[in-house]
């Protein structure tokens, strides 16, 4: 089976299924996961961050691979589910009842 991540980043194979392109579709596998999903793929995630940008800083958007394309949208995920770990303890923001905000644009790596 061919590998979702580079080699460098095998650590992030389990959670294969946070490589999720769009900011909506992020946002939703975060609502739909439970706390301790999140803090595995967290605790994980966090540590390999600063070699993460730098990796991912010497590779070109231009013809970018699938796997360096899937290590952006991990990253993109760990920072969806920072707050809700670091600080909230639940998926949702506190208080906010159904309301939600919305990308209308983002980048189209």
Known sequence: MANVFPAEFA????????????????????????????????????????????????????????EDKHLLWAFCSLVTIAFPVEAWGQPRVPDSGPASIDAVVEPAV
């Open 11 to 66: 650590e992030l194979e389990p959670f294969a299924d946070w490589a999720i392109h769009g900011e909506r579709a992020r946002y939703a596998k975060r609502i739909s996961s439970t706390m301790e999903e999140l803090q595995a793929f967290y605790d994980v995630a966090f540590p390999l961050l600063e070699k993460g940008t730098s990796y991912l800083e010497k590779v070109s958007l231009d013809g970018i691979g699938d």
